[in-house]
């Protein structure tokens, strides 16, 4: 039994260290562990319980992508990291949202206090993909907040943080306003003028 018990051991590390550390019941029970394993190494502390049917290795050293695998995992992988937090991933302003942004499809049905959900489809190229999670691009991003509540100015520093990074141009910006609401193309292109008047 040591040799199956290390079998196991191993696959549930190896998608651990693919998400941070983080891993779910389901992922424990597709390698093998049954739900009474499960609970045994919950209880001796061989596992963190994160939440209900997620879990940590211990000892796993804390990083700054660990809340965005977190919650990509509590979404079953079908949130996106997207709008404020997305602006804080990419660096983009000063804006620190309080609570998690998520773009999840829309029939998705969890709920959290913590987490603030946007329903839509992110197709693949409005994706960055990292390591066990994925948020939006920048381009992406800036038009998502342009479509919110964020204030004006802070969408005009966001622009022109992701502009002069190179994260996006003038050009690519101009060419999405034209394939938007009129709400968030206005805002963009409004952030736009404004940095050239400062620029």
Not at 2 to 7: F, K
Not at 43 to 50: A, E, F, H, P, T
Not at 68 to 83: C, M
């Amino acid at each position: 039994m040591p040799g199956v018990r290390q079998d196991l051991r191993r696959a549930l590390q190896a998608i651990a260290f693919t998400q941070a550390g983080y891993f779910t019941a389901a992922q424990a029970r597709d390698v093998g562990y049954s739900y009474q394993a499960q609970k045994h190494h919950a209880d001796s502390g061989n596992w963190l319980r994160v939440d209900r049917g997620l879990f940590r290795l211990p000892d796993w050293p804390t990083g700054e992508d660990d809340t965005w695998v977190r919650w990509t995992l509590w979404s079953r992988g079908r949130g996106v990291v997207s709008h404020d937090s997305a602006l804080r991933v990419h660096g983009l302003s000063d804006v620190e949202p309080a609570l998690v942004h998520l773009t999840v499809p829309p029939g998705f049905r969890a709920v959290d206090d913590l987490v603030v959900l946007h329903r839509g489809d992110v197709p693949t190229e409005d994706r960055d993909e990292r390591l066990g999670w994925s948020v939006t691009t920048p381009l992406r991003t800036l038009v998502d907040v342009a479509a919110g509540d964020l204030s004006q100015e802070a969408i005009d520093a966001a622009v022109t943080d992701a502009v002069e990074r190179g994260l996006t141009t003038r050009r690519q910006l101009l060419r999405r306003c034209a394939d938007e609401p009129e709400r968030p193309a206005l805002r963009l292109e409004r952030a736009l003028h404004r940095m050239s008047e400062h620029g």
